[in-house]
């Protein structure tokens, strides 16, 4: 089932070959991005140890460097 659409998708190496598993389609893969990019999609901070902008306030060391 696609999560997007709930449409039965093919597996990624089945017959026919999906290149867009676990979707259904393209678009469906799409419309999941999409969701990621604009926020609706989210992994919430549990322990709220981290806050946006960390890698900017974290000192620079020579080993970063690579």
Excluded: H
């Excluded at 696609?2 to 598993?21: L, M, V």
């Excluded at 609706?40 to 060391?61: F, H, L, N, V």
């Amino acid at each position: 089932m696609c999560p997007i659409c709930a449409r039965e998708a093919a597996p990624q190496d089945g017959t026919p070959k999906n290149p867009s598993f676990p979707f259904c389609s393209p678009a469906c893969k799409l419309v999941d991005l999409g969701k990621w990019l604009d926020g609706t999609y989210r992994i919430p901070d549990t322990d709220g140890s981290s806050s946006e902008g960390d890698d900017e306030q974290r000192p620079r060391r020579d080993e970063d460097e690579g």
